[in-house]
């Protein structure tokens, strides 16, 4: 089924100029622009074979079609979603006391992952007993209106987790 978007949603924009909890496509995967502790500006990928990775965002990087005010996004669950325990930490929806966040695993890291929470605001977010969180690992990424937050334009991607 091909879903169609309203084109003032999108525009070509610099990664490194987006604010924190900006989405944006490149190379054909949806990231979600990421700001952590220490000065660190990055992108947490959602899709692809690097979901999951937190990459650094240079300056340097090419423009990229990313959503635009007055456009944002959302996740979605299914309804009769159910969370586990057991779910692949990385670019699974966590349920947490301050609303849903997103893990990614820093990519400059080889051998022991380190692993980065955001809330979907982009900001990074301590996550206490993370080992005891509930993951969903199957969830969408929906296109919506600031004014109308959670009524989906359309979904973007779906992110699904599972058997990774």
């Given at each position: 089924?091909?879903?169609?978007?309203?084109a003032?949603a999108f525009?070509?924009?610099?990664?490194?100029?987006m604010p924190?909890?900006?989405?944006?496509?490149?190379r054909?995967c949806?990231?979600?622009?990421?700001?952590?502790?220490?000065?660190?500006e990055?992108?947490l990928?959602l899709?692809?074979?690097?979901?999951?990775?937190?990459?650094?965002?240079r300056a340097s990087?090419?423009?990229?079609?990313?959503i635009?005010?007055?456009?944002?996004?959302?996740?979605?669950v299914?309804?009769?979603a159910k969370?586990?325990?057991?779910?692949?930490r990385?670019v699974t929806?966590?349920?947490?006391e301050?609303?849903?966040?997103?893990?990614?695993?820093?990519?400059?890291r080889?051998w022991?992952r380190?692993?980065?929470?955001?809330?979907?605001?982009?900001?990074?977010v301590?996550?206490?007993?993370?080992?005891r969180?509930?993951?969903?690992?199957?969830?969408?990424v929906e296109l919506?209106?600031?004014s109308?937050p959670?009524s989906?334009?359309?979904?973007?991607c779906?992110?699904?987790?599972?058997?990774t």
């Amino acid at each position: 089924m091909n879903m169609k978007f309203p084109a003032q949603a999108f525009g070509q924009l610099h990664p490194s100029e987006m604010p924190a909890g900006s989405l944006f496509k490149t190379r054909d995967c949806w990231s979600l622009r990421v700001s952590g502790g220490s000065g660190f500006e990055g992108a947490l990928i959602l899709e692809g074979e690097r979901a999951g990775w937190v990459v650094e965002v240079r300056a340097s990087m090419a423009p990229a079609l990313g959503i635009i005010a007055p456009f944002s996004w959302f996740p979605m669950v299914l309804r009769d979603a159910k969370p586990a325990l057991d779910a692949d930490r990385t670019v699974t929806l966590t349920l947490s006391e301050s609303g849903p966040i997103l893990m990614g695993a820093d990519a400059r890291r080889d051998w022991d992952r380190d692993y980065i929470s955001f809330g979907i605001d982009g900001r990074s977010v301590e996550l206490q007993d993370e080992h005891r969180a509930l993951r969903f690992a199957q969830w969408t990424v929906e296109l919506c209106h600031k004014s109308r937050p959670y009524s989906s334009l359309g979904t973007l991607c779906e992110v699904d987790r599972r058997g990774t």
